[in-house]
């Protein structure tokens, strides 16, 4: 079976970074389409990037553009997300997922699902 493993959450202050991680155990990594999404207490759970087989086609919700960077290493098998200048309203528990085909938005595309990691951002 597929599973993915967040690590890298925590408690950051406003302004701060973080770098999350997601390990895969796949053995056609780079066949998948890796996205990351979120969510806060009360909120739907909604996509935070998104990017392709090979890194090229890159997607991010407004609200992190600047901020966040999505990125892959196929040959460790890992998906990464960068976040810079952090706010309190990023808090939320951020989940990595995996999908087949090109790069889409929409959870219920995702098959994959890790368990998540809780990001705190502190003002």
């Known amino acids: 079976q597929v599973q993915l493993v967040e690590s890298g959450g925590g408690l950051v202050q406003a302004g701060g970074s973080l770098r999350l991680s997601c390990a895969a155990s796949?053995?056609?990594?780079?066949?998948?389409?890796l996205g990351w999404f979120r969510q806060a207490p009360g909120k739907e759970r909604e996509i935070v990037a998104a990017?392709?087989?090979?890194?090229?086609?890159?997607y991010y919700v407004d609200s992190v553009k600047g901020r966040f960077t999505i990125s892959r290493d196929n040959a460790k098998k890992t998906v990464y997300l960068q976040m810079d200048s952090l706010k309190p309203e990023d808090t939320a528990v951020y989940y990595c997922a995996a999908a087949v085909g090109v790069v889409v938005t929409t959870s219920n595309e995702y098959g994959y699902w890790g368990q998540g990691t809780q990001v705190t951002v502190s003002s």
């Open positions: 796949v053995r056609t990594f780079s066949s998948y389409v």
């Open positions: 990017i392709s087989w090979r890194g090229v086609t890159r």
